[in-house]
């Protein structure tokens, strides 16, 4: 089973999320995916769906969460922050735990509560992951633990992270993010949901960098490599 269905609930009910996928490339059952990710591989963001995953989650809204899901850790910039300091499993829970509390519909994965619960502390809610990432790395340094270990199994695949453009900068990322996100918004005709308003505010923010210089450098370099 594919995900057309919970695409035209989306369309349906929130729009800007349907609209960004179907403005990307979407792949089934690629061999190295057993549930689903979201990756930037061409220029092109990409979201692969399992869709025997996927049709294990017969409820429609459970799909739509596992489709939200991807959307936001692309949303967030995640690719672009996931690599640099390591690849830890405090990395991608915080990360998930960052996203999910705007998925009520999402099945399976770690919640807030899950996080609170087993680090024995309330923590603030719909913070950026970094806030979550310390506090994981708080509890690991207290604890005496290289990593933490609750949770890895419900957390999100991220492999597709690594094998993502790995020569584009975090700057050009964001700027295909951004044109993907406005697309969205006016194929939406304006209709964003809230707690979106944040995420596509700072991805709108002018960035300090010139990203298209930044491009043509990369552009020049790769030919000099070349010749």
Not at 78 to 92: A, E, F, P
Not at 195 to 219: A, C, D, F, H, M
């Amino acid at each position: 089973m594919s995900i057309e269905k919970a695409l035209y609930h989306l369309l349906q009910n929130e729009p800007f999320y349907a609209n960004f996928v179907l403005g990307a490339k979407i792949v089934y059952d690629d061999p190295k995916i057993k549930t689903a990710a979201v990756t930037i591989k061409g220029g092109t963001a990409v979201f692969k769906f399992d869709t025997k995953y996927t049709s294990e989650r017969r409820d429609v809204a459970a799909q739509t969460g596992v489709i939200k899901h991807e959307v936001l850790h692309l949303l967030c910039e995640h690719l672009g922050t996931r690599s640099r300091g390591g690849i830890t499993n405090n990395k991608n829970i915080a990360m998930d735990v960052a996203i999910n509390q705007m998925i009520p519909t999402l099945d399976g994965g770690v919640s807030l509560a899950d996080l609170e619960k087993e680090l024995k502390q309330k923590l603030e809610p719909m913070m950026p992951y970094e806030y979550y990432y310390a506090k994981i790395n708080e509890y690991c340094d207290k604890n005496g633990l290289k990593e933490y270990g609750p949770h890895g199994d419900r957390v999100g695949d991220h492999s597709e992270w690594d094998e993502a453009d790995g020569d584009m900068p975090d700057e050009v990322k964001r700027a295909l993010i951004r044109d993907m996100a406005n697309k969205a918004i006016k194929s939406s005709a304006g209709r964003v949901p809230q707690e979106l308003s944040t995420i596509l505010g700072r991805l709108n923010t002018p960035s300090e960098v010139n990203w298209k210089q930044k491009l043509r450098n990369l552009v020049v370099e790769s030919i000099v490599t070349g010749k």
